[in-house]
Every structure is written in C-alpha cells, then in structure tokens.
C-alpha cells in the first residue's frame, strides 16, 4: 500500500496531511525517514510518525454488524436522511464504509457495514445462496399457500420467477412469521407476499449467512464481527 494512504489509515490525519509529514520528513520506516508518498510498505512494517510507533494494528477491511432504526436509510450517502453508515462514520472517518446489502427506510435490523468489495460481492451474489432470515408481521395470518408458494418459488407480478425461499410461523401470532431468502430482489418480500393478497407491516432481518444480529445492539447500535463470525460470512460467501 502506498505509505499516505497508509499513515491516513492509522491515523487521523486525511490524505493531504499525510502527504505534507512525509514530505516534511516526519515519518521513517524501517528505521530509514521516507519523504515519498508513493512509497509502497507492507501491512507489517514499522513506521514513526514523529518518532513514535502508530497506535493499534493495520486493518485492511472493516465489518461492523448493525442494528438498523425505522427511518434510516441504506445508502453509504443521502442529501435528506440519515444514513446507516452515518451511524458509525464517527469512528471511522478514512474509510470508505457502505451498506453491504439493504433494507428498505422502514425496516429494521441487521446490516453489515464494510469497506471489503469483494466481500459484499460474493454475499450478495445469487451463486452463492447465501440465507437472509427475517421476521415479518402481516397484515393477515400465514396460510398453506403462501408456504407452498414460497417454496415453489414465487413468480411476481411482472412474470420474474424468484428462487425457492421459506416461510413458516415465528411464535403463537398467525400474522408474524419468519421468512429465509438466499437471493435479493428489490422489495423482494413485500412483493412475494402481495402475490398472495398480504401486506408487510413491519419487517426486521435476523441474520445473514447464519450470523445472528446480536440482541444486545439496540436499534442504531454497531459492533465490529468478531473473528468467528468474519470466517462463517467469509466461508458462505465462497
């Protein structure tokens, strides 16, 4: 990686300003002080910055889980509302966080924060099937066909035929069910379910590729993956 954006990752400093103590000779690595920007160094190498060593360890990806609010948008950006990742960008001004996978504005739940590509990609992809669940409250109660429809594979009202998902009761209440996709259409199950005549009062995921969203984050509250969930999503997404 190229030594400023390096030092910007590990530090607070922007892009500029790592550019100007590099070239003001207040950073060395490797014992050596390096006045190239453009210098490329390893994610392990040992750099000073005003003759101390950075805090913390270089991270080259980020993965936070959150519990997204109604009202909040799933965008990396919005002129209007607040954004998911307006909701953590504090923490992490130099990375370039975006919503891996959405949420409707009045939905609620997990979304996962990243700055990981390739990652998001392989999650997002229908070749990989990866399960979505999520908890859906109805505006009429769950029946034999919406269950067999869904397992078919339902076919929207535009003619698209949707893969196989599930759906079955989530508790006593006829109306609230749990629902698995392993594809992501737009309103995908809002539309699935006005196939059947039913309207989607509330809508909240679970988990992704079998990574629950922790019950202790309140609604706008993030925490970072730990590493055992890092490798369960990094192994559904091959």
Not at 200 to 215: E, M, Q, T
């Amino acid at each position: 990686m190229r030594l400023d954006r390096y030092l910007a990752a590990r530090t607070g400093l922007t892009r500029s300003e790592s550019r100007k103590a590099i070239a003001k000779g207040r950073v060395a690595v490797e014992g050596a002080v390096c006045r190239k920007a453009d210098t490329q160094v390893p994610e392990d190498a040992a750099i000073l910055l005003d003759g101390a060593p950075l805090a913390g360890a270089y991270r080259k990806f980020v993965y936070l889980m959150l519990n997204k609010p109604a009202g909040v948008v799933s965008a990396s950006r919005d002129k209007r509302d607040t954004t998911v990742v307006d909701l953590a960008a504090t923490a992490y001004p130099r990375r370039a966080l975006f919503p891996a996978g959405r949420l409707d504005k009045t939905s609620t739940g997990f979304v996962l924060l990243t700055d990981d590509g390739a990652l998001a990609h392989d999650l997002l992809s229908p070749a990989h099937h990866v399960a979505k669940e999520y908890l859906v409250t109805l505006d009429t109660p769950l029946t034999g066909a919406m269950q067999a429809g869904f397992a078919a594979g339902v076919t929207l009202a535009d003619g698209r035929r949707l893969a196989p998902a599930e759906v079955g009761p989530a508790g006593a209440d006829p109306c609230v069910v749990r629902v698995t996709l392993r594809q992501g259409v737009y309103h995908q199950i809002k539309r699935m379910f006005g196939v059947f005549g039913a309207g989607v009062n509330a809508l909240h995921r679970l988990s992704i590729g079998g990574v629950a969203l922790d019950p202790a984050l309140a609604p706008g509250q993030w925490r970072e993956l730990t590493a055992e969930e890092l490798a369960l999503l990094q192994g559904r997404a091959r």
